[in-house]
């Protein structure tokens, strides 16, 4: 089945303490990019990937990081999470025809 | 990055009546459009999506519509059924950053019984 995998689904953690969130696709896509969700401020980007080794910023970079090693993977890294990053992660890829998959999302609450 | 504007924040209609949701983009180099669908709890879903080469696109009770003069574009359902009620995001695309989009805030709608 086409998809597009995160993990975790749900995450609490401390101020501070590193994380990893993982996104994988299995459709063979090129792009893929990292969104978050807050209410009443919709989807907003935090960084996107063309290909591999290829990673730029979204709107709102700040206190995340990415890597793209594979094809299907692109990871979400928190080195010092803060309590503002709590949110609703979103993993999207495309094929290169502008239309965007979506993961099934992860809420993250930093304490 | 650019601005989408999305109207109305909140909709309310009764079950068989219509609802429009619009936007307007400012990137005069934008040229895709979609549309997606978010249940509560649930990953947003493309329902439909228009082109700039393309001024209407009908998909049974969905539609689309486009004005690249005037820069907006706007999502039209006909009679409704409680299962649209969702919210609903329109997106356009960023120009010179490959596939990126950008996101209107959304529209919460709901369709009563």
């Known amino acids: 089945e086409a998809q597009v995998t995160q993990n975790p689904r749900y995450l609490i953690t401390v101020t501070g303490k590193k994380l990893t969130v993982t996104c994988s696709q299995n459709m063979n896509h090129e792009y893929m990019s990292w969104y978050r969700q807050d209410p009443g401020l919709g989807l907003r980007q935090i960084y996107y990937s063309m290909n591999v080794e290829v990673t730029d910023k979204g709107d709102v970079p700040e206190g995340y990081k990415v890597s793209r090693k594979e094809k299907r993977n692109f990871p979400l890294i928190l080195e010092s999470p803060s309590p503002n990053q709590t949110s609703l992660y979103f993993c999207?890829?495309?094929?290169?025809?502008?239309?965007?998959?979506f993961g099934p999302g992860t809420r993250l609450t930093v304490l | 990055g650019e601005n989408v504007e999305q109207h109305p924040s909140t909709l309310s209609v009764q079950e068989g009546d219509s609802a429009v949701i619009k936007c307007t983009y400012s990137d005069s180099a934008s040229n895709y459009f979609p549309w997606y669908k978010q249940e509560l709890g649930k990953r947003p879903q493309l329902i439909i999506d228009i082109r700039s080469n393309v001024g209407e696109k009908k998909d049974q009770r969905i539609a689309v519509t486009l004005n690249k003069t005037a820069k907006h574009f706007s999502l039209h359902i006909t009679e409704t059924q409680p299962e649209d009620s969702a919210v609903y995001f329109c997106a356009a695309s960023i120009s010179n950053s490959g596939y990126a989009l950008n996101f209107g805030k959304g529209t919460s709608l709901l369709v009563t019984p």
């Open positions: 999207a890829s495309s094929p290169g025809t502008d239309t965007q998959y």
